[in-house]
């Protein structure tokens, strides 16, 4: 007779597809998922269907893309993920690229989640250091304001938070114009001067810098510490539209898709390890399909998957370890190093379970850990493909670029590949997926630089 080992040891395959199966889409359910996103675009776009919406469709004041004639030096800074940025940007007529230079700064937690304007004085004493490093204090400069959040636009420099998302939850912030609290906090040092132009959300800053290179490029995506997209609607379309109408008849519409399923529209999909991973979050019930697919989360879902496997005896020979057993453990960035790995070679995962204290792990366990990220990963790419796919067939076009930043789908080994072949299938239109390197930054600068332009400026 078998012994009870030899039966789980029989039986693990089955019971691993079990566990994984939910994460995994046919083209039934992508179809589906695209379906439901679409009809909340359409109820965030109309006037009367927005209030109720999950994916507030926001209207931005960018309506124009760079048309090459702009120039100039301009600033920018990026809040929204872990770093913060301040760059300096100098655009040349005609020029398929920008010239940059920039800093990074890490931004504490404290200030992330303290009195809101001990943010905003952290953001300028950061760009008074970085204006006195490249000399150019004494100079006022045009700034584009990448702040990506969503935001209730009521101008190109104007826009009042709606909510924080990502671990930000700076008080007094909520409800209140950005850039009233940037250009305060500029004042309150009165070492330095700016003329701030505009603020933008990062997904439309890298569209925005990605249609340098290739005008068909309407259509901006993050798959990074957050998840959203933006891109070129029809006026007509854009019911909720309060700016004047006219030419140009078109304006980008920041989706913050991240909120999709916040009305319980994704709950037949979600697993109980997204579940848990809302249930500890700061922002319980919001950002459900950010919480799918985005890097704040991928690592964290791949350690509860594995904490079950290891309950159910399917690795680690049943044994945790105190690491493996704490929040936030397992760094996103594992995820793409597990498989990025070439088959049969498990050195690098070997590492990273010997650095989460399973010293006991096996190769055939490094081989279940890379399915486990594979099955986590690859379902964010197919909800993302999906959501890309809705834009694409809403839009009608027979070709369209989307610019890219994030990085999940940087530093991802599969990702883009995934993505293209899901998009494939999922439309009948020819989608470029374009890399933006420090997209966000550099679109901040061009959108303040078409402004500029239009205003007669530059
Ligand atoms: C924010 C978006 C942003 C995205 C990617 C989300 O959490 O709500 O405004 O574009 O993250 O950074």
């Not at 999950?54 to 301009?74: H, N």
């Not at 007094?172 to 305060?184: F, H, I, Q, T």
């Not at 050195?347 to 096996?362: E, N, Q, V």
Request: aromatic share 6%; with cysteine; charged share 25%.
């Amino acid at each position: 007779m078998a012994s009870k080992e030899e039966k789980v040891g029989n039986l693990k395959p089955v019971q691993i597809d079990l566990i994984l199966r939910p994460f995994r889409y046919d083209n039934d359910t992508l179809n589906d998922i695209m379906g439901r996103l679409h009809k909340e675009m359409e109820k965030g776009l109309k006037k009367e269907t927005n209030p109720d919406a999950t994916v507030k469709m926001l209207a931005t004041y960018v309506r124009a893309v760079p048309d090459g004639t702009e120039s100039g030096d301009f600033l920018s800074l990026d809040l929204g993920g872990s770093n913060f940025r301040v760059l300096h940007v100098h655009i040349e007529k005609g020029a398929k690229d920008v010239r940059l230079q920039s800093d990074s700064y890490a931004i504490p937690e404290n200030i992330m989640t303290g009195p809101g304007e001990q943010l905003f004085d952290y953001i300028a004493d950061c760009m008074a250091k970085f204006l006195e490093k490249i000399g150019m204090k004494e100079r006022k400069m045009a700034l584009g304001f990448t702040f990506s959040f969503p935001c209730k636009q009521r101008g190109l420099d104007c826009a009042s938070l709606i909510k924080w998302t990502k671990g930000f939850s700076a008080a007094g912030v909520e409800g209140e114009d950005v850039v009233r609290l940037l250009r305060d906090a500029i004042k309150r040092r009165g070492d330095f001067d700016t003329d701030v132009v505009a603020v933008v959300n990062d997904t439309v800053g890298t569209m925005m810098a990605c249609g340098l290179a290739d005008h068909d490029c309407l259509i901006g995506l993050i798959v990074g510490t957050g998840s959203n997209a933006c891109y070129m609607e029809k006026l007509d379309n854009v019911e909720i539209w309060e700016g004047e109408r006219g030419e140009p008849n078109q304006v980008v519409v920041n989706m913050e898709w991240g909120a999709f399923g916040e009305d319980g529209a994704l709950d037949d999909l979600r697993t109980p390890y997204d579940r848990e991973i809302d249930e500890h979050s700061i922002n319980k019930g919001q950002q459900i399909y950010e919480k799918m697919i985005s890097g704040m989360y991928m690592g964290e879902l791949v350690r509860l998957v594995l904490l079950e496997m290891t309950k159910q005896m399917l690795v680690f020979g049943g044994r945790t370890s105190t690491e493996l057993e704490t929040r936030g453990t397992f760094q996103t960035k594992y995820v793409s190093e597990i498989e990025e790995e070439p088959i049969g070679d498990m050195g690098p995962t070997m590492k990273i379970l010997h650095s989460l204290g399973l010293k006991h792990a096996t190769e055939t366990d490094c081989g279940t850990v890379r399915e486990v990220c594979r099955a986590v990963s690859t379902r964010a790419a197919h909800l993302v493909s999906a959501g890309i796919s809705a834009i694409v067939n809403k839009m009608g076009r027979e070709r369209v670029a989307v610019g890219v930043d994030g990085s999940v789908y940087k530093y991802h080994p599969h990702f883009k590949e995934l993505m293209t072949q899901t998009i494939d299938k999922l439309t009948h239109c020819d989608v470029k997926l374009m890399l933006s390197e420090d997209g966000s930054g550099k679109g901040a600068a061009l959108v303040t630089a078409v402004a500029c332009r239009l205003a007669g400026k530059s």
